[in-house]
Structures are given as C-alpha cells and as structure tokens.
Nanobody, 112 residues
C-alpha cells in the first residue's frame, strides 16, 4: 500500500502562483511515476503533469510553459509549481502514484 498526502492548494487571483506538494509513504518502489491530475466540476479527471523517478516529465498542453513538476526522490515527494494561473485551472488536484494510488485531493481556485 502507498499513502499520498497532498498540501498547498488554495485561493489565488488570476496570474498568481501556487505550489502543490505530495508526500508518498508505504511500499515505494525505486522506479515509479508520480503525477498530478485535476478534476473540475462536471468534467472528467485529466492528467496535468507526470514525472518518472528518472526525471522524465510529461505535461498537458494546457499547462505547458506555466506549470513545472519536480520531485525529491530522497523524500518521496513530488511538487507542482503553478504559475500564471487562470480561472480555467480551478479544480481539485489529485496526486497519483504509478496510476494505482490517489491522494485525497486539494482544491485550487483561481479567481478572475
């Protein structure tokens, strides 16, 4: 089992920044992929960004150039730095480990 604890969500004005963190614990494999997904009201959950234990990254087109995913393997923690936030980024953001495990979600609200 893997437990994921997220933090860092909140309310921010358009153009602002937030940083999300997700700490993983439990049965962590040295090779893994951690990512951030989001789900807005009435919409399907979508991938925002993902990063492998080797550092390879993948981003949704809608966040490229604005969001940066990073990780600290020693702490089993993944981060999502979100800059130039837009109202359409408003959603619940979920941390994911190897597609199998999910965090509880953290709300990000961007006001216009």
């Amino acid at each position: 089992q893997v437990q994921l604890v997220e933090s860092g969500g909140g309310l921010v004005q358009a153009g602002g920044s937030l940083r999300l963190s997700c700490a993983a614990s439990g049965r962590i494999f040295s090779k893994n992929i951690m990512g951030w997904y989001r789900q807005a009201p009435g919409k399907q959950r979508e991938l925002v960004a993902a990063i492998s234990s080797g550092g390879s990254t993948n981003y949704a087109d809608s966040v490229k150039g604005r969001f940066t995913i990073s990780r600290d393997n020693a702490k089993n923690t993944v981060y999502l730095q979100m800059n130039s936030l837009k109202p359409e980024d408003t959603a619940v953001y979920y941390c994911n480990y190897n597609t199998d495990y999910w965090g509880q979600g953290t709300q990000v609200t961007v006001s216009s």
